[in-house]
């Protein structure tokens, strides 16, 4: 199993009271295996990716019962330990590339960085394997974009320069937070074949997070359903129309369609029996 989490729970502690963003998540994932993370904002999809990369602040009290990643405890590795693994066998794509990438270093300049970190090489291999995977990230005259700053590209190249960056090391894992959500509707298919490419030419894993369910039920294997904190459900993507818990019916029925159009959209309902069900 390459990723495999029981019982995480996150908490940050202001002004003397302890709040417990992140509540009992269990996930697991395989390699060539799609997970899907969704809900609303703040129901701590992002918290639970971050915790896995070690990435949240110091002030987070990161805890589980088990964290593992291709075997390895994360939760006992020093930071050094991590700084392998985290960019060189796990990537993280974010979802906007203008507050993502350096404003002031070229694509090439920052994708050669990532993979020398990683490889070892010299400027000039670097240089070759930069241009190398603006091709396989399916780039238009990637020499042009490999010497041009992030302002000077759209938002579609962007994101597959920062995925680019990203595959540079070969990581086994790549999570991808809301990677469409700043681009117009007409490249998002794009980016999200390429990513589904990649997954599935380099064998890798993949965690989707997503707020919109229609994307992730025919993207993803599976389906993971978090509301404040904690995790409602978790369903094989093709039968998230299916599903049984309220909260996820009642995201499903919140949504706009086409072939049904409806003059007012219903209200989600939210139960407190949902959170003290998880509590128990």
């Known amino acids: 199993m390459l990723v495999d989490i029981q019982d995480l ?6 002004n003397g009271t ?10 697991s994932l395989d390699l060539r295996e799609k997970l899907g993370i969704v809900g609303e904002s703040g129901s701590g999809k992002s918290l639970t990716a971050r915790a896995l990369m070690r990435l949240l602040p110091k002030q987070a009290d990161v805890r589980a019962t088990k964290m593992t990643f291709d075997g390895i405890d994360l939760l006992s590795q020093s930071e050094r330990e991590m700084r392998k693994i985290r960019g060189g066998r796990m ?8 507050y993502s990438l350096n404003p002031v270093k ?10 020398r970190t990683h490889k070892r090489g010299n400027r000039k291999e670097a240089r070759e394997a930069a241009l190398d995977l603006l091709e396989q990230v399916m780039i238009r005259d990637p020499k042009k974009v490999l010497d041009a700053y992030p302002h000077e590209i759209s938002g579609g190249m962007g994101q597959r320069a ?3 960056m990203m595959l540079a090391p070969d990581p086994e894992l790549l999570i991808a937070d809301e990677p469409t959500s700043a681009l117009d509707a007409s490249v998002q ?3 999200l074949r390429l990513i589904d490419h990649l997954v599935e030419s380099r064998g890798m894993g993949l965690i989707l997070i997503s707020h919109d369910l229609p994307l992730v039920s025919h993207f993803c294997d599976r389906v993971s359903v978090m509301y404040m904190g904690q995790q409602m459900e978790e369903i094989a993507a093709a039968d998230l129309a299916r599903a049984e818990h309220p ?12 072939n049904k159009p409806r003059a007012i959209l219903p209200v989600l309902h939210r139960d407190v029996a949902w ?5 128990q």
């Not at 909260?247 to 086409?258: A, D, E, I």
């Not at 959170?275 to 509590?279: D, I, P, Q, V």
Request: hydrophobic fraction near 50%; glycine fraction near 8%.
């Open 275 to 279: 959170l003290e069900e998880k509590a």
């Open 9 to 14: 729970r996150i908490a940050f502690v202001s």
């Open 162 to 164: 920062m995925i680019a």
């Open 106 to 115: 070229t694509i090439g300049t920052q994708i050669a960085e990532s993979w």
């Open 247 to 258: 909260y996820t019916r009642g995201l499903l029925n919140c949504m706009p369609m086409l």
């Open 189 to 191: 298919a794009e980016i």
């Open 91 to 98: 990537g993280f794509v974010l979802q906007d590339p203008k």
């Open 18 to 27: 302890r709040f417990e963003a992140v509540r009992g998540i269990s996930l």
